[in-house]
């Protein structure tokens, strides 16, 4: 890692760590509350010899993303929840047809157009595909602004790993804070990236055809099958903080900006004595469903805070099943938390209210 540091706000990491990766096309739109990503890659990404766009709307953004990807490209698009879900049938087509790309979802209030402030609304659109059809993205949930950097950063060698659009969810709580972030060193452009795939004009060698229409018998489940082999292969990149968990009698499970205001409060509940800790998951999919469930064969009991009416809960519950159960306190959107908003659910959990 670089020594350079910086100190930018997490929007502006995602774009730091696009243009250290080899992101070298950049589409989008504007909405609140990203929109800081795109006005720094309007001048960074030409000057760094890549190509920005402006694009006339998130469909477009997001077909251009297809497009790049099928040139064996390393590009990004960005945008915040109602724009995301206009991306949708691209990211569906992008998965359906085995293309590496990376879209950034800065998760807004909803439903609906909601408001500009933060939120957890988008997770079972995040990771449980989003549009139509049975796919998967790899979903990085970063909980500050290095991790901003650094995931998205890794995001494009995970998009050309597993051939697969990468989703980066965070909110505007990491997307506007401001920390000083550590640098890597920028990764040179690899002309020879997606090589036995990429379409580059047929010249002398044998046609590549990238495409997700399978209309002969058989084929589309077939595809089907290497798709869920595929996702089931990305289980290899789980990620997740486990804080103060080995002696907890309860365990606090969340993600994003809420993990770590959460693990303010659990800081603060250990001093008094309280044997309670956090699992953060840092990767939402693949889900940490084996450190979940070894914890719950510890005989501890959960605990899920969301910023939302209850969404990864239902995956926490998923993985103890049989041998836990996980309780929910959900922080609704529209409202700033602080780690005194969780003070009192995570006591009344702890005492097994």
């Known amino acids: 890692m670089s020594a350079k540091r910086i100190f930018i706000k997490g929007n502006e990491a995602i774009a730091h760590g696009a243009l250290d990766a080899g992101c070298r096309c950049y589409f989008g739109y504007p909405i609140t509350p990203q929109n800081d990503i795109p006005e720094m890659l309007s001048s960074a990404m030409p000057a760094a010899g890549g190509e920005f766009v402006q694009a006339e709307s998130e469909v477009a953004s997001a077909n251009m993303l297809l497009g790049a990807a099928a040139c064996g490209v390393r590009a990004m698009t960005t945008s915040s929840s109602p724009g995301v879900s206009l991306m949708q049938e691209a990211i569906s087509y992008m998965a359906g047809s085995d293309l590496p790309g990376v879209v950034v979802n800065m998760n807004r209030g909803g439903p609906g157009l909601g408001d500009i402030g933060p939120s957890q609304g988008d997770y079972f659109q995040s990771v449980k595909g989003g549009g139509h059809g049975d796919y998967r993205t790899l979903v990085l949930a970063p909980g500050s602004c290095q991790e901003c950097y650094d995931l998205t950063f890794e995001a494009f060698d995970l998009a050309f790993k597993y051939r697969n659009p990468v989703l980066i969810l965070g909110d505007a709580i990491v997307g506007q804070m401001k920390e000083p972030v550590a640098r ?29 229409l399978f209309l002969e018998d058989g084929a589309l489940a077939g595809q089907n099958i290497r798709l869920r082999d595929k996702y089931a292969a990305m289980a290899a990149e789980v990620r997740y903080e486990a804080f103060e968990t080995a002696d907890a009698e309860l365990v606090v499970v969340a993600y994003g900006s809420i993990g770590r205001i959460v693990k303010s409060t659990v800081r603060a509940l250990r001093a008094e004595g309280l044997k309670v800790g956090l699992l953060r998951p840092v990767t939402l999919f693949p889900f940490p469903e084996a450190a979940l469930r070894d914890l719950a064969g510890q005989g501890k009991r959960f605990l899920t805070i969301e910023h939302n009416l209850g969404q990864m809960v239902d995956d926490v519950r998923l993985a103890v099943r ?17 780690p005194e908003d969780f003070d009192a659910p995570v006591r009344a959990a702890v005492k097994g209210a």
């Open 322 to 338: 049989g041998l836990a159960d996980s309780e929910f306190f959900g922080f609704l959107p529209g409202n700033m938390p602080t």
């Open 184 to 212: 890597r060193e920028a990764l040179p452009i690899d002309p020879a990236e997606g090589g036995d795939w990429k379409l580059t004009g047929r010249g002398q060698r044998a046609p590549r055809i990238l495409k997700s």
